[in-house]
């Protein structure tokens, strides 16, 4: 008997051991699972400030190697276009006219348009009309700013920015146009020379030396005002700006036409005076269109009256009775 007893309690002993180690592995996953979103949540706070840490200004997002670098022995045509919202359209625009002047630039273009989207209009209890209307602003400004200056400029304007929806930027080399032009002049003008020797004048004769003259000189005058052109987009940058904000309501109240010309109307009495009038007038009117016609009623007279003569002449015999037979 005490030898079967002595096994019962180990595994007695046993089971109960087991139950408690279930139970103990039981609660250790409840708290790692428990603990697990609260370290979470401070790995996505983290995750979304570093995120909004990376996030480009508006500075920089207006900030690109096309508008601030120039490599050694390039002739760079710079040139932008964006286009952002801003607060306040008319005041955006006045704030970088003044920005272009302090750089040394200037503005070749500055457009505002109001689009009207929708109206209504209501009847108000002092018996004026209120009408709302739905509209926005939208600018168009075109500026020149010195090409050392173009970077200086969109950084000035940054912070005008609310929401950048476009922008895009060039830098076109001409450098070899520059180098084709000047070597087009130099061309002219040894042509130029070469027909003003001696030598050359006793050969051709007076008349086509002139035009020979004058053609060089055109393609001279030509090249020359092209180099001109390429060195001046050289040194002055080209920016296009495109504005706009969000809509907004406009108020306005103005009298009840319809309501005051109804009010202001005649009485039955007035109306009657004056329908009289109308139609006397209208009579006399007529009256007088049909003494226009006065020929038409002298013809007819004269035409009755040379009727009534020759019935009298020729007076209608009375038709007789068939004799009863």
């Known amino acids: 008997m005490r030898a079967f007893a002595i096994p019962a309690l180990l595994s007695i002993c046993l089971i109960t051991a087991c139950g408690?180690?279930?139970?103990?592995?039981?609660?250790?996953?409840?708290?790692?699972?428990?603990?697990?979103?609260?370290?979470?949540?401070?790995?996505?706070?983290?995750?979304?400030?570093?995120?909004?840490?990376?996030?480009?200004?508006?500075?920089?997002?207006?900030?690109?190697?096309?508008?601030?670098?120039?490599?050694?022995?390039?002739?760079?045509?710079?040139e932008a276009n964006v286009r952002f919202q801003v607060k306040d359209v008319y005041q955006s625009s006045l704030q970088i006219e003044n920005i272009v002047t302090k750089l040394g630039g200037f503005v070749t273009l500055n457009h505002i348009a109001a689009q009207q989207h929708s109206s209504h209009e209501s009847k108000q209890p002092n018996g004026q009309i209120l009408r709302l209307?739905?509209?926005?602003?939208?600018?168009?400004?075109?500026?020149?700013?010195?090409?050392?200056?173009?970077?200086?400029?969109?950084?000035?304007?940054?912070?005008?920015v609310v929401f950048l929806d476009e922008r895009e930027f060039t830098a076109q080399d001409v450098a070899l146009e520059l180098l084709q032009q000047q070597l087009a002049q130099a061309r002219n003008q040894a042509s130029a020379q070469a027909l003003s020797n001696p030598v050359n004048a006793n050969a051709a004769s007076q008349t086509e030396r002139i035009l020979a003259k004058n053609q060089l000189q055109a393609q001279q005058d030509m090249a020359l005002l092209q180099s001109k052109l390429i060195a001046d987009q050289v040194a002055f940058s080209t920016i296009q700006l495109r504005l706009y904000q969000e809509r907004k309501i406009s108020r306005s109240e103005h009298a009840d036409i319809a309501a005051e010309l109804a009010a202001a109307g005649l009485g039955f009495g007035e109306r009657v005076l004056t329908g009289l009038h109308a139609g006397w007038t209208g009579a006399l009117d007529v009256l007088v269109g049909l003494s226009y016609l006065w020929p038409l009623w002298l013809l007819l007279g004269l035409l009755t009256l040379a009727w009534h003569n020759w019935r009298s002449k020729h007076p209608a015999t009375a038709s007789q009775p068939d004799p009863v037979e």
């Open 20 to 78: 408690k180690k279930e139970e103990m592995s039981s609660e250790m996953s409840a708290t790692v699972a428990a603990s697990a979103p609260v370290r979470a949540a401070p790995a996505a706070d983290q995750a979304a400030d570093q995120a909004a840490d990376q996030a480009p200004s508006k500075t920089e997002q207006l900030t690109s190697s096309a508008t601030s670098e120039t490599p050694s022995n390039r002739q760079l045509i710079r």
């Open 133 to 160: 209307t739905e509209y926005s602003l939208n600018g168009e400004i075109t500026l020149r700013v010195p090409s050392a200056n173009t970077q200086a400029l969109l950084h000035e304007i940054a912070p005008l």
